[in-house]
């Protein structure tokens, strides 16, 4: 650490007759250097003085448009193979928060933050971040990426992707005016133009979490942060940049220790071992084309899904974690937010990754592009393939057209025999300088089977928005269509059932012109509303509409309410009862709220809750509490308890086949359609006379047997209690525990059949029981240190509990499982045999 004469000789020398440049100007003229720049967070060498400065930081929070409270000074350089970035930001030491955490963690700390568009394209960008405590974060900037999905992170950037890791160098140092940063990018991290004389966007903005200030260079108004990208300054006469290779290559080697219950002698502990070993690498094909492949990849220090409560028609939508199709994954994204052609979790799913590759990178004509394989498989036998090709052309300075193309195929014999393909194409044409846009998509999937007699599957959607982007007022308005057979799951995802179109409008109003006004600092209030109708049947399938509003005061507390109404006019649900009939449902309001706690505090909690009745007197409540700490600069702590329950809530419970005869009627074992039932699957009961003038009006599946939906009362109760604990040594060293608790048990009752749409009778004799019971613990544990830049050691500890009991249907009425308690739910999950498995992972980066 300097001595404070020495720190302030050093800042007189560098702000001394450098040359200021305006907010309104936003250009900076590049300055080479020959000389090296030693990254120890002190800015003494004498190529720091020629460069130009930048100073003039202006608040995007607290207080938006006005000059900055701390003043910050930044130089850029650039070298032969690196570009060097310096900054002094003056604070006083006792208001510097420097809290350690781990790479990519944007914590509560002092922050630095520098993006490079380098490719000049004005959508997307390279950002590298240092805190006050040394630790690094960097990531990808993309506008499209933060429109498209309707991300809202508080802390990062929206649009901030920091699953992109480069391999660059930083260093911080602390005085009693502020602190430090040098960093070195190298050229070969980035990608830009072949062009001789280039010109790059360039951002910067600083965090002080104490005071709640964030403040940039260039400012950028909230009310045109849809596109921030393109509102970043400018490097101008860059030239001469001739990089190294960028070659990586990092084996890894692991061993694996693995404890379960022996199935032969339940509660005696058994054992097995593994191990493994693999690959990444990373070849530059020139500034702009990067070749990534992995060879027997092991995500073993991947954090687990968490356990969810899922009673849905439709599948749990799980992030993507995995750190090789993390990196990357913005060129190959395609879709709207209920479906997506490229679904990354269907890769090993169901089994090992034998290898993958992906190919992306920009051509000199702004077309940029993706491609992937993935094999996966047993044994090194490729019984899963996957092929995604991915283009999109920039036109002009903010619009672009591409279009997708997949392909699935798993051989007949030891695979399923399935091959699908799909792809699409899509738009965003910008008008207006920027303030308008036209988004579409058409796609088509086409899947058969080469080993089943089943008919193939071919469908379509499509989506056409209109969208304001910017100003006061901005939203959108959007068509959506799915046809029946339109089916993308084996490398895509989709939301729902298909056979639907959807009218979607949203408009979002800037309180006071988004500035601040009385007690706040600004607020928003938002509107949308949607409609569906079924395709094939005509079918009002019912709408939304919700009205919220979001608050920040100006003693940092988020506050937010909304009401959403469901099905004011009625609805039908094409899926609730897994595609066997159409279904009229209860109309029902939610009120919703939640409230955050001062986010400049080191401990910051935020309750939410919500409330839904519906009109057949059914209900749902929910409750979510998120608290976070940080205790010292090396330990954080979040807690997160979930509850919910439902009341009374009319849902499916399952499709049923009845089959009467001389001796009365009889109910299948198994909840399966007639053609999946032998005369011995069948069981006898005492429908008391009342079956058959339930069924009179319903046709009949074949002779004798009818194939129904039956419906009951649910009751619900879960919860889920999640804690994350990280321990930083250095910016290199941490260790971080992750664990969830979850339970979750219902039943049903007042059972009914629906006989015809609008129609559910009444079936108290229904035979069959639908309580069930789950309980799950799971923990993982893992120590990284970061030996050298790129290379990482991890120690990894997974342990697991589950216990999942569904009553028998035909079982006889008695005590309920649904009748256990919470404690009682625990004791039981902490009686159950664990699992648990010890890791040891070391990588190595050649570079």
Do not use: C
């Not at 508080?154 to 430090?180: K, R």
């Not at 699935?408 to 303030?435: C, H, M």
């Amino acid at each position: 650490m300097l001595k404070p004469i020495v720190t302030t000789l050093v800042i007189s020398i560098l702000t001394s007759g450098s040359l200021l440049f305006a907010q309104e100007n936003g250009v900076i003229e590049a300055t080479t250097t020959n000389s090296a720049i030693i990254i120890d967070g002190v800015l003494n060498e004498e190529s720091w003085k020629e460069a130009r400065e930048i100073s003039d930081f202006i608040q995007y929070e607290p207080a938006e448009g006005k000059e900055s409270d701390h003043k910050t000074v930044v130089r850029i350089l650039f070298g032969k193979d690196d570009l060097y970035v310096g900054a002094l930001l003056y604070d006083t030491r006792s208001n510097i928060e420097n809290n350690l955490g781990r790479r990519d963690e944007y914590n509560r700390a002092d922050w630095f933050m520098v993006s490079l568009d380098s490719y000049y394209s004005g959508r997307t960008a390279f950002t590298f971040a240092v805190n006050a405590a040394g630790v690094q974060l960097d990531g990808q900037q993309d506008d499209n990426r933060r429109v498209s999905s309707g991300e809202v992170n508080p802390l990062l950037p929206a649009g901030l992707d920091v699953s992109w890791d480069a391999i660059w160098y930083s260093a911080v140092n602390i005085t009693d005016e502020g602190w430090s940063v040098e960093m070195r990018i190298p050229y070969n991290m980035l990608r830009y133009s072949r062009k001789e004389i280039q010109t790059w966007g360039v951002y910067f903005s600083r965090r002080i979490p104490k005071s709640g200030e964030f403040s940039e260079w260039p400012y950028i108004p909230r009310s045109q942060r849809n596109n921030l990208v393109s509102g970043y300054g400018k490097i101008t006469g860059i030239k001469g940049i001739d990089p190294r290779p960028n070659i990586q290559v990092r084996p890894y080697v692991l061993g694996a220790l693995n404890v379960f219950e022996n199935e032969n002698i339940p509660g005696k502990a058994d054992h097995s071992f593994r191990g493994n070993v693999g690959g990444d690498i990373k070849l530059g094909i020139g500034p702009n084309v990067i070749l990534d492949a992995t060879i027997r990849p092991d995500f073993g220090q991947v954090e687990a899904d968490p356990a969810v409560l899922n009673l849905t028609a439709f599948q749990t939508l799980f992030p993507e974690k995995r750190p090789f199709f993390l990196e990357g994954a913005d060129i190959f994204k395609f879709g709207i937010g209920y479906s997506r052609l490229y679904y990354s979790r269907r890769f090993g799913a169901d089994e090992p990754i034998i290898a993958a590759m992906k190919l992306s990178g920009r051509t000199s004509k702004d077309l940029s592009f993706g491609l992937m394989g993935v094999t996966a498989g047993d044994d090194f036998n490729p019984t899963n393939n996957y092929a995604v090709f991915r283009a999109s052309q920039r036109i002009k300075e903010f619009s672009s057209a591409g279009g997708i193309l997949t392909y699935y195929f798993s051989p007949a014999g030891e695979g399923s025999g399935w091959q699908s393909l799909t792809g699409g194409v899509d738009w965003d044409i910008r008008f207006n300088d920027n303030k308008y846009g036209f988004e579409g998509i058409m796609a088509f999937s086409d899947r058969f089977s080469t080993v089943q007699d089943v008919e193939e599957q071919k469908g379509m959607m499509s989506s056409l928005v209109l969208r304001k982007r910017q100003g006061i007022f901005d939203g959108h308005v959007a068509f959506l269509m799915f046809t029946d057979q339109y089916n993308p799951n084996d490398i895509g995802w989709i939301t729902s059932e298909q056979n639907w179109y959807q009218i979607w409008a949203n408009v979002k109003y800037k309180l006071a012109k988004g500035k601040e006004f009385g007690n706040f600092q600004r607020g928003e209030l938002g509107m949308s509303y949607e409609r569906w109708l079924s395709i094939l049947e005509h079918y009002d399938m019912g709408s939304k509409t919700n009205l919220k509003i979001n608050l920040i005061t100006k003693e940092f507390r988020q506050i937010m309410a909304a009401v959403t109404l469901f099905d004011p006019l009625g609805g039908y649900d094409l899926w609730e009862t897994r595609g066997l009939w159409v279904w009229a449902k209860p109309r029902g309001a939610e009120i919703s709220a939640e409230v955050s706690s001062d986010s400049r505090k080191k401990w910051k909690t935020t309750p939410k809750v919500a409330v839904r009745k519906y009109d057949d007197k059914g209900s749902e409540f929910l409750m979510d509490l998120q608290s976070t700490i940080n205790l010292g600069t090396k330990v954080s702590l979040m807690a997160n308890i979930k509850g919910s329950l439902e009341n009374n809530k009319t849902a499916w419970a399952s499709n049923e086949t009845f089959l009467t005869d001389y001796s009365g009627w009889k109910i299948g074992n198994r909840s399966v359609s007639p053609e999946n039932l032998a005369e011995a699957d069948f069981t006898s009961f005492d429908d008391k006379g009342k079956l058959g003038g339930i069924l009179d009006a319903v046709q009949e599946y074949k002779p004798g047997q009818y194939y129904v939906p039956v419906f009951g009362t649910r009751d619900t109760r879960s919860l889920d209690f999640t804690l994350r604990a990280s321990l930083t040594f250095t910016s290199k060293f941490s260790m971080q525990l992750y664990s969830q608790l979850f339970t979750a048990k219902g039943r049903y009752s007042n059972f009914s059949i629906l006989a015809d749409p609008d129609n559910m009778v009444p079936f108290p004799e229904y035979p069959k029981k639908r309580d069930f019971n789950y309980k799950n613990l799971q923990l993982n544990y893992v120590t990284r240190w970061e030996y050298r830049p790129g290379s990482a050691l991890y120690l990894v500890w997974s342990h697991s509990r589950s216990k999942d009991e569904e009553l028998n249907p035909l079982a006889p009425w008695g005590d309920s499982i649904y009748d256990q308690s919470i404690g009682g739910q625990i004791t039981e999950l902490f009686r159950t045999f664990p699992g648990n498995s010890f890791m040891i992972k070391l990588d190595y980066a050649f570079h």
